[in-house]
């Protein structure tokens, strides 16, 4: 079976009970759970270490739920552009583009908890530890930049929007829209990995918390036309910035001549090198 997390192993960690129960009790969305619960996250929840500018993986063989325990983490949406000018491109204009293995969707409910099943039993025989050290390690090779330079003879150039900073206690990856978006490390970010289909069974869904949150954060992260509403907007102020910057310091022609000025404004006429008064 392929690994769930991807290509994330190098940096992931695997906390005791005490430290899932410790790390859980700081967030409110946990605060109904019971011993045996905390006992099977323990066994299913991953701790996976970001380095800055470094992207988390939204699509993975397995979906997850990610809960921010420390850093942050910058949401990034990608704005296709016409080359030249500020018209959003079509979604025909990314006809030619390759389309990437997420858009084919996450498997199916049954494979997730198939795979849920196969971590559990796969760790209660003790088959995969955790490091010895208990210290989270990071693969320089995994660090992934988040820009990527477009060819030059691209009909569409990508600009890219911040649209917010998720902070610690932020959770995301819970099935909300993120089309062309992207969630970066913006610091050293720790986040908690709980695999999605499990979080959603009733038992750690008491009165659809989760599903609650989702239609939060569509509601209240501005889809792809309104931040695209919001690039033009800035881009009409910088360019009326400009223009008036370079209206201010050009020089104008006022007719004035020095007999128009008052006396007592007048400069005085420089003295003479060595002559003193």
């Not at 889809?223 to 102020?237: F, K, T």
Request: charged share 20%; glycine share 8%.
């Amino acid at each position: 079976m392929s690994d769930p997390l991807g290509n994330t192993g190098q940096s992931t960690v695997r906390l005791s009970y005490e430290q899932l129960r410790d790390t859980l009790g700081r967030f409110a969305y946990f605060r109904h759970w019971t011993e045996d619960q905390i006992r099977e996250c323990s066994v299913l929840a991953r701790v996976v270490q970001y380095a800055p500018q470094q992207t988390i993986p939204l699509e993975l063989p397995l979906p997850f739920a990610y809960l921010v325990l420390s850093g942050q983490c910058m949401m990034l949406q990608c704005l296709p552009l016409v080359r030249g000018t500020l018209r959003l491109a079509s979604p025909a204009g990314d006809r030619d583009q390759p389309t990437p293995p997420a858009a084919m969707g996450p498997p199916a409910p049954d494979e997730q908890l198939e795979t849920v099943r196969h971590l559990h039993e796969t760790f209660t025989a003790g088959a995969a530890t955790s490091p010895p050290t208990g210290t989270l390690r990071h693969d320089p090779a995994n660090a992934t930049c988040f820009l990527t330079t477009p060819t030059q003879d691209a009909p569409i150039v990508h600009q890219f929007v911040d649209v917010g900073t998720l902070r610690c206690g932020a959770v995301f990856g819970l099935g909300e829209r993120h089309q062309q978006r992207t969630v970066v490390a913006r610091t050293r970010t720790q986040c908690l990995l709980l695999p999605r289909c499990w979080l959603f069974l009733k038992r750690q869904n008491v009165g659809n918390t989760w599903q609650r949150l989702r239609l939060y954060l569509d509601g209240a992260i501005p889809g792809r036309d309104e931040l695209y509403r919001r690039y033009l907007r800035d881009q009409a102020w910088l360019d009326y910035r400009r223009r008036l910057l370079a209206g201010g310091t050009a020089k104008r022609c006022t007719g004035t001549t020095p007999a128009d000025v008052p006396m007592m404004c007048r400069m005085l006429e420089p003295v003479c090198k060595g002559k003193r008064y």
